[in-house]
T-cell receptor, first 115, second 112 residues
Framework: SAVISQKPSRDICQRGTSLTIQCQVD?????MFWYRQQPGQSLTLIAT?????????ESGFVIDKFPISRPNLTFSTLTVSNMSPEDSSIYLC????????????FGAGTRLSVL | DAKTTQPNSMESNEEEPVHLPCNHS???????IHWYRQLPSQGPEYVIH???SNVNNRMASLAIAEDRKSSTLILHRATLRDAAVYYC?????????????FGKGTRLHILP
């Protein structure tokens, strides 16, 4: 298994500002993912964070709005830029270790409220 | 992407077995059936997965139909802590970049 720490666990932000969410894993992992979960909804994949290259974004998500960094095999950040109230969601980081075949482990999430 | 269909919600009494169904009529031969659950205020957690044969682990059992077009997650003795949203997901072996795509899942209510 993998233990994932996300920071912050929650935040309240003003419209037009940006927030960077950190995801730290206790072991080296091949795949890291970022998801969004809007209130009362299921999870939507934002992007795959690739180590050493640009993230791969899903349809409807763009790098300018959600820039992602992955400097090494244990850490990634997601920035929510120029926030609006519509960005109020839970943002979750997940990883796949490659050891447990195709099993993903998730962080507890970052609960973001934008005023 | 192969899709799954689950009931929106189910109810069960505490300490009774729970059978959560999932239909996946377009499943391909290389798709694994995965189940995750999301407890309140937590990220999803892996429950179980299988390919063709029924599977058991400490959390649950997975019964897979012979034609693989449906499966059932079985919680043998539900507790209040099992109240969660359960997601049935197909994952392919063919694509190393395969990602988990979540559907709406089944919200399981446990009655004391």
């Amino acid at each position: 298994s993998a233990v994932i720490s996300q920071k912050p666990s929650r935040d309240i932000c003003q419209r037009g500002t940006s927030l960077t969410i950190q995801c730290q894993v206790d072991s080296q992992v091949t795949m890291m993912f970022w998801y969004r979960q809007q209130p009362g909804q299921s999870l939507t994949l934002i992007a795959t964070a690739n180590q050493g290259s640009e993230a791969t974004y899903e349809s409807g998500f763009v790098i300018d709005k959600f820039p992602i960094s992955r400097p090494n095999l244990t850490f990634s950040t997601l920035t929510v830029s120029n926030m609006s109230p519509e960005d109020s969601s839970i943002y979750l980081c997940s990883v796949e270790t490659g050891v447990a075949k195709n099993i993903q482990y998730f962080g507890a999430g970052t609960r973001l409220s934008v005023l | 992407d192969a899709k799954t269909t689950q009931p929106n919600s189910m109810e069960s009494n505490e300490e009774e077995p729970v059978h959560l169904p999932c239909n996946h009529s377009t499943i391909s031969g290389t798709d694994y059936i995965h189940w995750y659950r999301q407890l309140p205020s937590q990220g999803p957690e892996y429950v179980i997965h299988g390919l063709t044969s029924n599977v058991n682990n400490r959390m649950a059992s997975l019964a897979i139909a012979e034609d693989r077009k449906s499966s059932t997650l079985i919680l043998h003795r539900a507790t209040l802590r099992d109240a969660a949203v359960y997601y049935c997901i197909l994952r392919t072996l063919l694509n190393r970049d395969d990602k988990i795509i979540f559907g709406k899942g089944t919200r399981l209510h446990i009655l004391p």
